[in-house]
């Protein structure tokens, strides 16, 4: 049974940074999937990040390019969404995933995940 908890989210001002975490327990692979959605009041859940842990290419959706930076470290078996240049549109509930299958190839192909986070909200004012 995987465990997800997440951390790290809170409200700042627009141009803000902010940094979630997610800490992973019970993985029967050494490798897997996990990412970051986010779903705001109204609007359907996006995908903002992914990353397979065994390969360092990440996914990012286009709105959060260049601004947010997925990672995990292994010794933890956590995974990090470093939020920068925050804006009011990246205002949501953020949820941690992760697939336990162990497949994956880079963060593209992060996209069937079966384990969820309890989310975390994510406030930016303008």
């Known amino acids: 049974q995987v465990q997800l908890v997440e951390s790290g989210g809170g409200s700042v001002q627009a141009g803000g940074s902010l940094r979630l975490s997610c800490a992973a327990s019970?993985?029967?692979?050494?490798?897997?999937?996990m990412g970051w959605f986010r779903q705001a009041p109204g609007k359907e859940r996006e995908r903002v990040a992914a990353?397979?842990?065994?390969?360092?290419?990440?996914y990012y959706a286009d709105s959060v390019k260049g601004r947010f930076t997925i990672s995990h470290d292994n010794a933890k078996n956590t995974v990090y969404l470093q939020m920068n240049g925050l804006k009011p549109e990246d205002t949501a509930m953020y949820y941690c995933?992760?697939?336990?299958?162990?497949?994956?190839?880079?963060?593209?192909?992060?996209?069937?995940?079966?384990?969820w986070g309890q989310g975390t909200q994510v406030t930016v004012s303008s």
């Open positions: 019970g993985y029967t692979y050494s490798s897997n999937c």
């Open positions: 995933a992760a697939d336990s299958s162990g497949r994956g190839n880079g963060g593209s192909s992060c996209v069937d995940f079966d384990y």
């Open positions: 990353i397979y842990t065994g390969d360092p290419s990440p």
